[in-house]
């Protein structure tokens, strides 16, 4: 009953897909598979998810760009209440589209996923007064595995969605966001090794 549309391989970046679910809807509201194995199995995104997550972050909170270390993730990601401004930066080693980015919206309405495969960078703003962010992964966390990127690092050029009153001044990093490298120093020596 599922049913899905993809958009693959985004902005040249190979791997990297937006699903948008077929929702079925009535006066009631509405149902939809938010995922299906066989429907995206189909569509070659055949990938054993092991761990839920969730996270809750009110307007200006910016998340990232985070990448893992040692235990790299795949990572199908969507909003369920409010909007975001979803990002990921191509780190595989020997990638033609390496240290490329692609952006998307996600929202509760517009119901769209984001595929994000090992070797990314990821992060994601809150752009609505509040939004609940829920993504599958392909390996368990493991502490202490984690890097980051600057968000606004200008060789990785993001151009963030500041509008309704939110501005760079507004952003909420975390401690460890606030102290995330550059791009350069990546490239210098950091970088992620993936088989």
């Given at each position: 009953m599922g049913k899905i549309t993809v958009e693959?391989?985004?902005?040249?970046?190979?791997?990297?897909?937006?699903i948008t679910p077929t929702a079925y809807g009535d006066e009631r509201g509405y149902f939809m598979e938010t995922y299906n194995y066989n429907d995206f199995a189909a569509?070659?995104?055949?990938?054993?998810?092991v761990q839920d997550n969730q996270s809750a972050s009110?307007?200006?909170?910016?998340?990232?760009?985070h990448f893992q270390l040692e235990y790299p993730?795949?990572?199908l990601v969507r909003v369920i209440n409010g909007e975001v401004f979803d990002v990921a930066v191509d780190l595989?080693?020997?990638?033609?589209?390496?240290?490329?980015?692609?952006?998307?919206l996600l929202s509760a309405e517009n119901k769209k996923q984001?595929?994000?495969?090992?070797?990314?960078?990821?992060g994601f703003l809150?752009?609505?007064d509040y939004a609940e962010f829920c993504y599958?992964?392909?390996d368990f966390y493991h502490p202490n595995d984690e890097g980051g990127l600057m968000y606004n690092d200008p060789d990785i050029g993001v151009e963030w969605p500041f509008s309704d009153g939110l501005t760079e001044a507004d952003l909420i990093l975390s401690d460890k966001d606030k102290v995330n490298q550059s791009f350069k120093d990546y490239c210098n020596g950091k970088g992620m090794k993936l088989d």
């Open positions: 693959h391989n985004v902005n040249g970046i190979e791997g990297l897909h937006v569509e070659g995104i055949d990938h054993k998810f009110k307007k200006g909170v910016l998340r990232g760009l993730q795949d990572k595989r080693n020997g990638s033609p589209t390496f240290g490329k980015h692609y952006g998307i984001f595929f994000v495969p090992k070797g990314f960078a990821h809150v752009v609505s599958k992964v392909t």
